[in-house]
């Protein structure tokens, strides 16, 4: 019984910072466009390629530092 004093303030601080942490998701837009993720994965080639340029150099960078 005297558990119940300490597990029920401590689920309504969980619940709390659950609908806190909803409420800030949402006003900060985090829901708005679910679609554009999903379709980046199908449709956004010319990215792929552009990051993988950037791996590259980034590489062809540590093996210079790495020769010196």
Known sequence: MDSL???????LIF???????FI???NSHQYDDLDSAA???LFDDDAEVEVSEELKEARDDK???RDD
């Open 15 to 21: 619940v709390v910072v659950a609908v806190r942490a």
């Open 24 to 26: 800030w998701a949402v």
């Open 39 to 41: 379709n980046s994965i």
């Open 5 to 11: 004093f300490i597990l029920i303030p401590v689920a």
């Open 63 to 65: 093996r210079v530092e």
